[in-house]
Nanobody, 126 residues
Framework: QVQLVESGGGLVQAGGSLRLSCAASGRTSSSSSYHMGWFRQAPGKEREFVAT????????VYADSVKGRFTISRDNAKNTVYLQMNSLKPEDTAVYYC?????????????????WGRGTQVTVSS
């Protein structure tokens, strides 16, 4: 099992930026399909996919709602994944969760991930 700890959330004005970090520890995978992702959940809404990155290749996938504004990256040496969020909008307000998994075909779905962090709150004021 992988342990994931998010950090970097906070309150920011619309148009501002934040960078989230997710540090992984424990039994991380060396599989070519291993990937880490970010999801978010706003009050009263389902958890939604934000972005994912393949740990070995670095290939990234984004939700349409964040494409061009958010960037996911990883530091293999530090076992850490980042989410740089620019041009933030009030509708980006949510709890952001880091996740890790091995299901390539389900990498956009919560079911494609085995390990989850506890989440970090991001609030964007208008």
């Amino acid at each position: 099992q992988v342990q994931l700890v998010e950090s970097g959330g906070g309150l920011v004005q619309a148009g501002g930026s934040l960078r989230l970090s997710c540090a992984a520890s424990g039994r991380t995978s060396s599989s070519s399909s291993y990937h880490m992702g970010w999801f978010r959940q706003a009050p009263g809404k389902e958890r939604e996919f934000v972005a994912t990155i393949n740990w070995s290749s670095g290939i990234t996938v984004y939700a349409d709602s964040v494409k061009g504004r958010f960037t996911i990256s990883r530091d293999n040496a530090k076992n850490t994944v980042y989410l740089q969020m620019n041009s933030l909008k009030p509708e980006d307000t949510a709890v952001y969760y880091c996740a890790a998994g091995n299901s390539y075909s389900s990498r956009r779905l919560p079911s494609g991930y085995d390990s989850w962090g506890r989440g970090t709150q991001v609030t964007v004021s208008s």
